[in-house]
């Protein structure tokens, strides 16, 4: 066995890339970026969880041929910081635990018979495979668990004919399938995880709501002033026509009394000011 020199040791390079363009169909990319997005953000206050999507896996050191490329995995006790790739020597031979692979049948051979073995190597827990295209997987989700150094079949939930889900007891999620889509669900809360674009439309979505009822509130509250604004207006009006009726009133009045002053009788004053004997009395009984 040869023995590296520092110099040869340090010349080895572990490239992010293999220089060829990432081949993924449509199907595949959008779900790899849901599984990642998703899974990012249900664990961005962990900094002990570090998740990542078509990276590159160095499983052993002063060998770049020893690599792997999960489409989605997940790392538990590590760092959560961004890497070019992940060396497992310098990761404490911290493996990940979770993977996914978003698998098609081009990709049938490494994700079935090639990488099963690796991540089996490197004591990966959890390994899901997604077959959104239905091109050789049935059911197209299927998971499998470590369990005594060989992976066994994790057990399928049905729950209608074209939904079910498998738990992952490495993410505490449940894999659903939905119509054909995948989605995890947090069983804590009954909720589906969303990616960051997802979780940022509904954040849009509702500070514009909140907005559309500030803005209802405050249409509410000026219509609220605006009628408090007229019954003030109005009742302002009433006291005014009440205290100028008054006013009038207590004008004929005294005039009234200056007549019987006069030497007029009750009825002569009444009719000299057109008014009939009982309102003539009334109005002396009011000022009585």
Avoid: C
């Amino acid at each position: 066995m040869k023995v590296l020199t520092s110099l040869e040791q340090e010349e080895i390079d572990y490239p992010s890339g293999d220089g060829e363009p990432m081949a993924e169909s449509d199907i595949t990319g959008k779900y790899v970026f849901y599984g990642g997005g998703a899974l990012r953000l249900h664990f961005k206050d962990r900094s002990d969880v570090y998740v990542s999507t078509n990276s590159f896996i160095y499983y052993e050191e002063k060998n770049n041929k020893a690599v792997v490329a999960p489409d989605v995995y997940v790392v538990f006790g590590v760092s959560n910081q961004e890497r070019k790739n992940y060396k497992l020597w310098r990761e404490n031979g911290v493996a990940p635990q979770f993977v996914l692979e978003v698998t098609s049948e081009t990709t049938q051979e490494k994700d079935q018979e090639i990488k099963p073995d690796i991540y089996k190597e490197l004591g990966v827990v959890e390994y899901f495979q997604y077959d959104p295209s239905g091109d050789y997987l049935n059911p197209i989700l299927q998971g499998v668990r470590l369990v005594n150094g060989e992976y066994e079949s994790i057990a399928t939930n049905i729950t209608s004919f074209d939904t079910f889900w498998l738990y992952s007891e490495v993410l505490e999620l449940e894999l659903h399938l939905i119509s054909g889509e995948l989605r995890f669900r947090n069983p804590e809360t009954g909720e589906f995880l969303r990616t960051m674009e997802e979780e940022q439309e509904g954040r849009l979505a509702e500070q514009q709501a909140r907005l559309a009822a500030e803005a209802a509130f405050q249409q509410s509250e000026q219509m609220r002033l605006e009628t408090e604004a007229a019954f003030q207006q109005s009742e302002q009006a009433r006291l005014a026509e009440q205290q100028a009726r008054q006013a009038a009133e207590s004008r004929l009045r005294a005039t009234f009394y200056q007549l019987l002053n006069s030497g007029m009788n009750l009825a002569q004053v009444a009719q000299l000011m057109n008014l009939s004997i009982s309102e003539a009395q009334q109005l002396i009984g009011e000022d009585e």
